[in-house]
């Protein structure tokens, strides 16, 4: 998972690449071959991915998020006019800060307590692809309050509001059970 996120390609590519390699993981059974002899033999192309047009889909991952929040810690709902930043002062500009936002996913992926509490390798994707959400809406929001385009500043306190939410607020046995659904869906 690190190694597919050190890739030079657009986290929406390395996002949808590893859920690709979940699936292709699940074949694996203990006694049939060592598993990093499976790992070697995953497709080593890249699934084309891009920044969504809309934050619909990153909204509804942040929802479940937000599940995994005690009511008395649950943020207030602030989605006022992100769509309009999100196409204003993010989406034009989201690809040149791959590098940045690839290297969040790689430590999530390295530090990935989900890998313990959830249900499989596609419960770890699942949370990779829910903290690119919460990156893309908070990134849109700062840049709302901030009225302007996305920078470094402003991307690095999205990494810290997506964060927070994720390792502070949600409770993670809630978060990797709700993650784990898709292990029963068979697709991300």
Known sequence: MVDRCSADESPESVVATLASDAAQLKTWRPGSEPLDQHVRRLTPAFIRGEAPASLGSSFRLREDVVTAIPDDLKPMSDE???ESAYGTYVRPLWNT?????????AAKAFASWTAYQGQGIATIVRGLEAALALVRIESSRQSRNARRDLDPALLLEAFRS????????????????????????GDL
């Open 80 to 82: 006022f006019d992100l």
């Open 97 to 105: 800060f791959q590098r940045p936002i690839n290297r969040y996913l």
């Open 162 to 185: 997506a964060d927070f939410m994720l390792n502070h607020l949600a409770v993670g046995d809630d978060l990797a059970a709700v993650w784990s659904r898709v292990e029963s869906l």
